[in-house]
């Protein structure tokens, strides 16, 4: 992998760390396997399945990076299963490839002063760089079957979200809202189009 690529991954993510790094070459792999370039806009699909309270959340900005699925574009979609894994998609080929991270070089991971001192509660920025850097190594230079468990090319059935286009000023806060999050209050002639959290609708709530 260019060390180029690498660098500029890891300004993005903040440090460097090996999940990163893990996630970075899985995406790679998955957009070569699927033989598509990177999504500029809405080509490709992420379902990431990180989750939200363990380590090694840090995958999720690996494979961002390398896919170009990012969450501003609409195009990861989290499935939080605490597991280092993804499913790339390609609407268009009506294809897909699921990717996880082996267990088989997990003890060599563990046994890494990188991780001992993560695991001391030290800050991944707060541990010396040689020491981060031999680990992601270990990651990006281990042969690819022993670092990520690599799924078949699949059908993909799934459907792309429908994009309604538009903004509406929400008729309390003021605020502009995207039209599929415009909610209705009020009853007869006394009705009001207005925001998720000015509408005392439950959070979450979808039309
Ligand atoms: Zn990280
Ligand atoms: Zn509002």
Redo the contacts with the bound molecule.
């Keep these: 992998m260019e060390r180029e690529l690498l660098n500029k991954m890891f300004e993005f993510h903040g440090h460097k760390c090996w999940a990163s790094a893990l996630g970075l070459r899985a995406g790679l792999l998955a957009l070569e396997k699927l033989g598509v370039e990177k999504a500029k806009a809405k080509e490709l699909y992420v379902i990431l399945e990180t989750g939200y309270h363990h380590a090694a959340g840090c995958f999720g900005d690996g494979v961002q990076f390398a896919t170009g699925c990012t969450l501003g574009k609409g195009i990861l979609i989290r499935k939080p299963r605490g597991k280092l894994a993804f499913t790339l998609i390609d609407p268009k080929q009506k294809k897909q490839i699921r990717l996880c991270f082996n267990s088989k070089i997990r003890d060599k991971i563990l046994a890494s002063s990188f991780m001992k001192k993560r695991k001391a509660g030290i800050p991944p920025h707060e541990i010396p760089e040689e020491e981060a850097m031999e680990v992601v190594n270990l990651v990006l230079d281990s042969p690819i079957e022993d670092v990520i468990l690599i799924g078949e090319v699949e059908e993909s059935h799934f459907e792309p979200p429908v994009e309604v286009m538009g903004l509406e000023v ?1 008729e ?4 502009p ?1 995207a039209k599929a999050y415009v909610r209705i209050i009020g009853t007869g002639q006394d009705i009001k189009k ?2 998720v ?2 509408s005392g609708y439950p959070e979450g709530f979808e039309k």
């Design positions: 929400c309390i806060c003021g605020e809202v207005v925001c959290d000015c």
